[in-house]
């Protein structure tokens, strides 16, 4: 019982806590070593059996990981086969994050001032909840051929397509969020003489938060997954172009090149969002990461 | 038995039907109150008496179906900042440091940022939560954040405190030390406290005023003085013929109804 703790002196005390404090510590670090060293050695893995793979079979259409390898060694510096995508990664990654962001903050502009208003006003919600549930169903892709007609041959249908898969996710978060705040602190807010547009501002929005960075961070996901329909649309340079490149040359290691290099931008920038989120909603321990 | 003090609030035949459904539920029959200002009134009574919609109303959360109250004589049409409600649930912004929720009532009236959290800073110390001040309210225990929530509308400079069961959901000892730095606070500042219970010895213990209200529809069915020197010693004879009297007038309407 905690009798005997009590009767411990003061400074016996501080060096239990201080040895269970550095124990917590060692085992803390364990762990982090634990989950990067799973984490890690998954992909490794599977490369391996990838490796293993092409190499009892003998296929030809598939690049084995060490031709990948090479070709994204030449995409990023050059160098090895000097063709048109030699060297010339961060071209194609600037152009696809411009329409990735494009579409995402364009997405994020609407959505999260819209899903507030929808959540907050009845009247709002009437109008157009409705029209959103008969629009979301709709596949990105089955958008393809109006976008192209609306927007033409270009980089603004990629942006409009990446702006159609992240502005549902956002602004159903948001809406959910709105929606699931708690009445009381609108009640206490209005007793303490907050109100009207204040009330977005101070109570609605940072107490949605959570939910509209979880919406955020869905929408960011499928930012990355559009920008190679968005990318289909004919444009010269992006990664989802390069991948259609490699597709029509069949130049399957080219294909597989442009794919890791999504995933890497994808889960690089993820990361920076959940940073971000991490940062603004320390106040909710049950939302961080 | 108001010495010629002028009261505060005014509650004049106050009703409250709810829908529910088809059907409609009388939750207030006619109620009328007067309090002083300065006096600390308990609302005591079983679950479904109306006793929280009684207080809602005069927080101006539920509009009365007929009748109307009145602070100051100046009638209530919503929520105010002469009036703070402490919630059970405490209702803190949890995106806002302790220091920023006690700070958010000022900051809505557009003072200056030393004066805001220099009153902040003066209610931390009222409620003794000076090293706690940039903490969030999930760091906290249920005990320091119902003393946010009090502070947060003392410092909003609120001159009636109505507190819907605030103690209840702490444990026994965090209860009883709230409610004797509730008295202080309340001896200090001359608040008026309108306190919703369900337990009759906080009643007793607290209140300058007990009044007992039953359901079906609720209504106020005694108004007990409570005048028992502070502070009160809840095991002298005269603390438990009050609350054996408050009891019985409890459970008598509860055989009734």
Redesign the interface.
């Known amino acids: 019982m905690s009798d005997h703790a009590t009767a411990l002196p003061d400074h016996a005390d501080a060096v239990l806590i201080g040895a269970t404090a550095t124990r917590r510590r060692k085992r803390q670090r364990l762990e982090s070593l634990r989950a990067f060293v799973l984490g890690a050695g998954f992909p490794l893995l599977l490369i391996l059996i990838w490796d293993r793979a092409v190499a009892i079979t003998g296929t030809r259409l598939i690049p084995s990981p060490y031709q990948v390898a090479v070709m994204m060694y030449d995409f990023t510096f050059g160098g090895v086969y000097d063709d048109a995508f030699s060297g010339t990664i961060l071209t194609h990654v600037w152009k696809s994050m411009q329409r990735v962001y494009g579409g995402f903050f364009l997405a994020a502009l609407i959505g999260i001032p819209l899903g507030m208003a929808i959540g907050r006003i009845k009247v709002m919600r009437q109008l157009l909840d409705p029209t959103i549930s008969l629009l979301r169903p709709i596949p990105v892709t089955a958008w393809l051929p109006l976008s192209m007609i609306f927007f033409g041959l270009g980089p603004n249908a990629a942006i409009f397509l990446v702006f159609l898969g992240a502005f549902y996710p956002i602004l159903l978060n948001t809406m959910f969020g709105v929606r699931s705040i708690?009445p009381?602190?609108f009640?206490?807010?209005?007793?303490?003489?907050?109100s009207g547009s204040?009330m977005f501002r101070q109570?609605v929005l940072?107490?949605s938060?959570p939910a509209i960075f979880s919406g955020l961070r869905i929408a960011h996901g499928f930012a990355w997954i559009l920008i190679v329909v968005g990318e289909m649309t004919g444009v010269p340079t992006g990664l989802g172009s390069v991948v259609m490149d490699g597709r029509t040359l069949s130049r399957t290691d080219l294909v597989i090149t442009g794919m890791v290099v999504i995933g890497a931008c994808g889960f690089v920038t993820d990361r920076i969002i959940v940073a971000i989120s991490n940062r603004l909603?320390?106040?909710?321990?049950q939302h961080r990461e | 038995m108001s010495k010629g003090q002028q009261d505060i609030l005014n509650v004049r035949g106050v009703t409250k039907r709810f829908a529910v459904g088809d059907d409609e539920v009388e939750a207030l029959a006619p109620v009328n109150l007067a309090i002083p200002k300065g006096e600390f009134v308990c609302l005591i009574g079983a679950s479904g008496c109306g006793k929280s919609t009684l207080l809602r109303v005069i927080a101006g959360f539920e509009e009365p179906t007929t009748g109307g109250a009145s602070i100051s004589g100046k009638a209530i049409a919503g929520p105010g900042s002469d009036r703070g409600m402490v919630f059970q649930d405490y209702a803190l912004f949890p995106w806002m440091t302790v220091r920023q929720n006690i700070g958010f009532g000022p900051r809505q009236r557009g003072w200056p940022r030393q004066e805001i959290d220099r009153t902040a800073d003066e209610f931390l110390r009222m409620v003794g939560l000076e090293r706690f001040a940039d903490r969030y309210p999930n760091q906290l225990s249920g005990g320091m954040k119902q003393r946010v929530a009090i502070a947060r509308v003392l410092a909003n400079n609120a001159d009636i405190l109505l507190m819907d069961e605030p103690f209840g959901a702490l444990d026994a000892l965090t209860r009883e030390q709230l409610q004797n730095e509730l008295l202080q606070i309340w001896q200090r500042t001359g608040v008026t406290i309108i306190f919703v219970t369900h337990s009759v010895e906080e009643a007793v213990l607290l209140a300058d005023r007990v009044l007992v209200m039953s359901a079906g529809p609720g209504r106020i069915e005694s108004d007990v003085r409570i005048d028992l020197p502070r502070p009160r010693d809840v095991s002298s004879p005269e603390f438990n013929a009050l609350r054996r009297d408050i009891s019985r007038r409890l459970t008598s309407h509860l055989v009734k109804a």
């Open positions: 708690d009381k602190l009640e206490a807010a209005s007793m303490l003489g907050c204040a109570i940072p107490a938060l909603l320390s106040w909710s321990p």
